[in-house]
T-cell receptor, first 114, second 114 residues
Framework: DTAVSQTPKYLVTQMGNDKSIKCEQN?????MYWYKQDSKKFLKIMFS???????INETVPNRFSPKSPDKAHLNLHINSLELGDSAVYFC?????????????FGDGTRLSIL | SQQGEEDPQALSIQEGENATMNCSYK?????LQWYRQNSGRGLVHLIL?????REKHSGRLRVTLDTSKKSSSLLITASRAADTASYFC??????????????FGKGTLLTVNP
């Protein structure tokens, strides 16, 4: 069984469109994350939720809006897509939001903006 | 801010050889984690070492931590072609309250040639 699954795996769309990425974890973890990995493989946290509540919100444009309907799901909606949004987006989860806790990652959603 | 910096950026070795990757960080840490990322996949947690530990082993992996030099190393012994991947170190930073976020380095791309 896949622990952290995100859909779709690939997303190709035009500039200006709105798109969503979904993530689900079946590990029973309390905390979920969204990361962005750029073309140079640099991975940066965007958001973190603990038990459906937003706890970390990095400097991310307002066009990005996460939503957590329950603690097993964390979705990411992106409005008015721009060329610079092209990247791989990873969802992750961990047992808690405290330090020293390993994170489990999905296999990523590769977003390409035309 | 970027906390971890891996060195070298890329490493190519023959199967059976040992591979050593280094990570330096800037501020004090409570723990440090190493992750592996195979091409097209998500990150996989390898090992966590706490600030009061100097060395930790897991199978063919050996991690050291030198808090006085703010550096860590990951040694993979008797490498296999399947070890070909990018390796990242990550440190915890406070994200607000009792919540922490992981800050990743740029990674080392390890290629193990058969």
């Amino acid at each position: 069984d896949t622990a952290v699954s995100q859909t779709p795996k690939y997303l190709v769309t035009q500039m200006g469109n709105d798109k969503s990425i979904k993530c689900e974890q079946n590990l029973g973890h309390d905390t979920m994350y969204w990361y962005k990995q750029d073309s140079k493989k640099f991975l940066k946290i965007m958001f973190s939720y603990n038990n459906k509540e937003l706890i970390i919100n990095e400097t991310v444009p307002n066009r990005f809006s996460p939503k957590s309907p329950d603690k097993a799901h964390l979705n990411l909606h992106i409005n008015s897509l721009e060329l610079g949004d092209s990247a791989v987006y990873f969802c992750a989860s961990s047992l808690s939001s405290g330090g020293g806790v390993p994170q489990h990652f999905g296999d990523g959603t590769r977003l390409s903006i035309l | 801010s970027q906390q971890g910096e891996e060195d070298p950026q890329a490493l190519s070795i023959q199967e059976g050889e040992n591979a050593t990757m280094n990570c330096s960080y800037k501020t004090s840490i409570n723990n440090l984690q190493w992750y592996r990322q195979n091409s097209g996949r998500g990150l996989v947690h390898l090992i966590l070492i706490r600030s009061n530990e100097r060395e930790k082993h897991s199978g063919r992996l050996r991690v050291t931590l030198d808090t006085s030099k703010k550096s860590s190393s990951l040694l993979i012994t008797a490498s296999r072609a399947a070890d070909t991947a990018s390796y990242f170190c990550a440190t915890d930073e406070r994200g607000g309250g009792s919540n922490y976020k992981l800050t990743f380095g740029k990674g080392t791309l390890l290629t193990v040639n058969p």
